[in-house]
């Protein structure tokens, strides 16, 4: 409920039946509120105190009649600290798992800077440490920490700031710069950044709507902030030509039987745009694969590793649905004959897990991210010259899902339709590829220049004429 200037006092009750018969009575907007006391004078009090703080122009709280000032001295003895364990009980349960864990990063870098008094102060990395994995960790909230944990926990308990201090833009600096600073002292990236910000803003929201500011109004909306200056746009340098895939993954394909398994899972990323989390949870149901011609995938989700301590069936991994996408929302991406026929001849030869999936350990397990990186890394060693090793050039598996987007940018095709494909807005693709695009667009000039010289001279194209205005 808002803050109002609209207030009416009434005269002082007297009901001479109760115990304190002196009813002070006011109305705040639309909320009547009232106050008993046992003497006539304590009355008279209250309510030249509640009319004095009309006069002095401070608004009055609806919901529960107080003046700012009183309701601020109210709230103020809460502290940031406080204030953020009941922002992570609030949001626990029906947040994914990795949400979950960036919400514990986020509040782990904000917290250390938010505290008074250095006498006492654990190390970085302590307070690190306690506030991510057990200050902000729910699922430990009813296990006693280790003793140098809770020796943590309790400095920052007493030294944590009140949250109505945030009201103050020095103070919300302290946090803005720390979001926007690793443990290193290093710049974040903006990404990161932007996402701590993000919860921060959520936390303060929550502030708000708990009415420990003074007005009801989010304090980052009072300050500028810029984000740590970085580059989302794919560079060039990463992104593998055809030729080169096409002998990453062969080298793949020869690293035994543990290669041979995961060749199609990285011509996922490739030939079909996938992100890993979405190939890896790619389950035979999702495949259309024709003897001949185009297939398609039907991608619905993902399988994303967020680690036992986040999940609230302690597995390490939890099954998602697609990106920025509604729950049951799904992806079709058209795929080529030469990646229909690497999936058919995939399952062919290993078959399924007994849920579908195409691609799991020797066990049936999930397939682990640092598991499939060294397969990735050993190819790019045999197939990389030195210094192309070196170089950023497919460096990671995810490089495969830029080299298949650059190359349909490359190509032409219309941008709508490759960011349908990837699982992004367009707004993303024209943002990440952007260098890519330029390639495109010189591309593009060369055959208009070359079409434009045609038409150089007297004599017409042998083509005939364009428009001919006789």
Not at 151 to 165: G, Q, T, Y
Not at 220 to 233: D, F, I, Q, R, Y
């Amino acid at each position: 409920m808002p803050l109002t200037y609209d207030v009416r006092f009434y005269s002082i009750e007297n009901r001479r039946d109760r115990p304190k018969p002196y009813r002070v009575r006011w109305l705040v907007g639309p909320q009547k509120h009232s106050k008993s006391y046992t003497v006539k004078a304590q009355a008279d009090g209250r309510r030249s105190e509640l009319m004095t703080a009309l006069r002095r122009g401070e608004q009055f709280d609806v919901e529960t009649g107080l003046p700012a000032s009183e309701l601020r001295a109210r709230n103020s003895s809460v502290t940031w600290y406080e204030h953020t364990r009941a922002y992570v009980d609030r949001r626990w349960g029906h947040l994914p798992a990795k949400s979950r864990r960036n919400d514990a990063d986020s509040l782990a870098t904000i917290t250390p800077a938010l505290v008074k008094g250095v006498t006492g102060r654990p190390s970085p990395g302590a307070l690190r440490a306690a506030l991510y994995g057990w200050a902000y960790n729910k699922s430990r909230w009813d296990q006693e920490p280790p003793a140098e944990v809770a020796s943590v926990l309790r400095w920052v308990e007493k030294n944590s700031l009140p949250i109505s201090a945030l009201e103050d833009p020095a103070t919300l600096r302290l946090a803005l710069d720390a979001l926007s600073t690793l443990m290193n002292g290093s710049p974040a990236a903006a990404s990161t950044a932007r996402r701590k910000r993000a919860c921060l803003s959520d936390v303060l929201g929550l502030a708000v709507e708990r009415r420990h500011f003074s007005i009801p109004v989010n304090p980052l909306s009072t300050v500028k902030w810029t984000a740590p200056k970085s580059t989302e746009e794919v560079d060039p340098a990463s992104v593998a030509n055809p030729r080169q895939v096409r002998a990453l993954l062969g080298a793949v394909r020869n690293q035994g039987e543990r290669g041979a398994h995961l060749e199609a899972f990285f011509g996922c990323l490739y030939y079909a745009l996938t992100r890993p989390a979405e190939a890896t949870g790619l389950t035979e149901a999702q495949c259309y694969l024709p003897a001949d011609g185009w297939g398609d995938l039907t991608l619905r989700g993902g399988i994303v590793h967020a680690g036992h301590a986040w999940t609230d069936d302690d597995r390490a991994h939890q099954d998602r649905h697609l990106k920025a996408r509604a729950e049951r929302d799904s992806r079709v991406v058209p795929i080529p004959p030469v990646f229909v026929a690497m999936l058919r001849s995939h399952i062919e030869r290993f078959g399924t897990a007994p849920d579908g999936r195409l691609f799991r350990t020797s066990r049936g397990g999930v397939i682990q991210d640092t598991g499939y990186g060294e397969v990735w890394a050993a190819a790019r060693e045999e197939v990389l010259t030195p210094h192309e090793f070196e170089s950023p050039l497919a460096r990671r598996p995810y490089d495969l899902r830029a080299a298949g987007v650059s190359l349909l940018v490359y190509l032409g095709v219309d941008p709508m339709e490759v960011a349908r494909r990837a699982g992004h807005s367009v707004a993303v693709l024209l943002r990440v590829y952007a260098k890519i695009l330029a390639q495109a667009q010189e591309r593009a000039n060369r055959q208009i220049e070359a079409g434009l010289r045609e038409w150089d001279g007297d004599a017409p194209s042998p083509g005939g004429r364009l428009g001919d205005t006789r």
